[in-house]
C-alpha cells in the first residue's frame, strides 16, 4: 500500500465532515421518506400519518420516527468516534444500547429485554478499558473464542426472550434476530480489547441489518448501516495500516 493510500483513508476516518455527512443523510433521507412521522401505541406502528402526526401524538401516540432518526444519529457519532480510536464512541454507545433496545423491542423483539442489558455491560466495559489507553490488538485464539462464545450466547438468550415475553417469534425472524445480536456482542466484546478485525464483525452486522431494517421499513437505520458499512471497510485498513492514534503525531 502506498503511503497516498493510507493518508487518504487515515484522513476520511478521521474527518469532522464525515461526521456532518452521516447526521445530515440520515435527517435528510427520513424527512424526505416521512419517516418522522411514524408513531407506535400499544404494538401498533403507523408509518408517514402526514398532517395528522399532531393528531395522533395529542392522542397519546409515541412519535417513533424521530426517537428513531435521534437514537440514528447518535449511533453514527459513535461508530465515527470509536473508528477514531477516541473513547467518546464507547461512551455514546452506552447511550444507544439503551435506545436501540428499546427501538428492537417496539419493533416486535421482545428478547430484547434481556439482550439490551449484555450490550448496556460490555458497552460500559469497553468505556473502562479504553480509558486505561490500550492499543490496537491483531487476531488470536482469544478472538476467536470471544466470536463463538458471542454466537452461541445470543442464541440462548433470544430464543429465551421470545419463550419468556412474546414479539415476533417467526422462525426467520427469531433466528436472524439471534444472528444479528451475536455478531453484535462480538462486535462489541473485541472492540472492548481493540481487535482491529472487530471490522470484520461490523461488516457483516451491518449486511443483516440493512435486510433487517429494510424490511422492517425503518428507513433512519437503513441508511444508517449503508453509512456503517463504507465506514467500516475503510476503517478496518486504518486501523491495520496506520495503527494506534496515540503512535501518531
Known amino acids: 500500500m502506498t503511503e497516498k493510500f493510507k493518508e487518504l483513508i487515515h484522513l476520511y476516518v478521521h474527518s469532522k465532515w464525515m461526521d456532518i455527512f452521516g447526521v445530515v443523510l ?8 416521512n419517516f418522522h412521522e411514524t408513531v407506535y401505541r400499544k404494538g401498533e406502528i403507523l408509518f408517514d400519518t402526514g398532517a395528522q ?3 395522533y401524538i395529542d392522542q397519546g401516540w409515541f412519535p417513533l420516527g424521530y426517537f428513531s432518526m435521534a437514537a440514528a444519529v447518535i449511533s453514527i457519532l459513535s461508530g465515527r468516534f470509536t473508528a477514531k480510536q477516541n473513547n467518546l464512541g464507547n461512551i455514546l454507545g452506552v447511550i444507544i444500547a439503551v435506545t436501540s433496545g428499546t427501538l428492537d423491542y417496539l419493533f416486535g423483539n421482545h428478547s430484547a429485554i ?4 449484555v450490550t448496556f455491560f460490555v458497552a460500559s466495559f469497553a468505556t473502562y478499558n479504553w480509558s486505561k489507553g490500550i492499543t490496537i490488538r491483531k487476531i488470536d485464539r482469544q478472538y476467536y473464542l470471544i466470536l463463538i462464545g458471542s454466537i452461541v450466547l445470543a442464541f440462548s438468550l433470544v430464543h429465551l426472550g421470545f419463550y419468556l415475553f412474546g414479539g415476533k417469534t417467526g422462525f426467520v425472524f427469531r433466528n436472524s434476530v439471534a444472528l444479528i445480536f ?3 456482542l462480538a462486535g462489541n466484546i473485541s472492540n472492548a480489547f481493540k481487535y482491529q478485525e472487530t471490522w470484520f464483525n461490523w461488516m457483516a452486522y451491518n449486511v443483516l441489518q440493512l435486510t433487517k431494517n429494510t424490511l422492517q421499513m425503518n428507513f433512519a437505520n437503513v441508511v444508517k448501516y449503508i453509512f ?3 465506514s467500516a471497510v475503510i476503517t478496518y485498513f486504518d486501523w ?8 501518531r503525531v
Request: proline residues 3%.
Open 53 to 55: 402526526f399532531g393528531d
Open 182 to 184: 451475536g455478531l453484535s
Open 114 to 117: 434481556i439482550t439490551y442489558p
Open 240 to 247: 491495520k495500516l496506520n495503527g494506534d492514534v496515540v503512535k
Open 26 to 33: 440520515i435527517l435528510g433521507v427520513c424527512y424526505w421518506r
Open 228 to 230: 456503517y458499512m463504507i
